[in-house]
Antibody, heavy 118, light 108 residues
């Protein structure tokens, strides 16, 4: 079964760092781009950026450039999204999704809820 | 950046009836348009890609149409499990993909 499994919910304080993960299985992880999508509470979907695990080529939405870092470790089929200094406004659900051969996001992780509160 | 605008924001339809959701792009995206369904507490699920091709396992009551800047998602006979939020997404402008703000389909 093709799937993406994300790490569990996180509760952090402002200013702390965080790295969440997305592990792929059931397909060639290095052959498909993996994207990250933010969903703030009660709001819509926002595309953050995308990485090609085969060579770590990474692209960011201008809205998120410099705010987060996307990376991948192809040896363990895992993509990451990280923050160096969290803000309360980073509170959201974060999804990873596979950019399929059809160009749309065909497989989604279950989401990781990040809560930033003092 | 290509702006995607969905209408209406909320659509109230009775089970068994047809629902028509719209998505407009600020500039042409050709047929590089996908539709996703999101139920409460769940991740989005791909319904339609290439503006009109159903994804694997999606029932035939879901259909997509359009090209360029105007797109439509039609659900021919609403089932209880179809009440959810629907998002369109353009993937023409690599890598600056953008989503619409969503249409909530609710039971009338």
């Amino acid at each position: 079964e093709v799937q993406l499994v994300q790490s569990g919910a996180e509760v952090k304080k402002p200013g702390e760092s965080l790295k969440i993960s997305c592990k792929g299985s059931g397909y060639s992880f290095t052959s498909y781009w993996i994207g990250w999508v933010r969903q703030m509470p009660g709001k819509g979907l926002e595309w953050m950026g995308i990485i090609y695990p085969g060579d770590s080529d990474t692209r960011y939405s201008p809205s998120f450039q410099g705010q987060v870092t996307i990376s991948a470790d192809k040896s363990i089929s895992t993509a990451y999204l990280q923050w160096s200094s969290l803000k309360a406004s980073d509170t959201a659900m974060y999804y990873c999704a596979r950019h399929g051969a059809i160009d749309a996001f065909d497989i989604w992780g279950q989401g990781t809820m990040v809560t930033v509160s003092s | 950046e290509i702006v995607m605008t969905q209408s209406p924001a909320t659509l109230s339809v009775s089970p068994g009836e047809r629902a028509t959701l719209s998505c407009r792009a600020s500039q042409s995206v050709s047929s590089n348009l996908a539709w996703y369904q999101q139920k409460p507490g769940q991740a989005p699920r791909l319904l339609i890609y290439g503006a009109s091709t159903r994804a694997t396992g999606i029932p035939a009551r879901f259909s997509g149409s359009g090209s360029g800047t105007e797109f439509t998602l039609t659900i021919s006979s609403l089932q209880s499990e179809d009440f959810a939020v629907y998002y369109c997404q353009q993937y023409n402008n690599w890598p600056l993909y953008t989503f619409g703000q969503g249409t909530k389909l609710e039971i009338k």
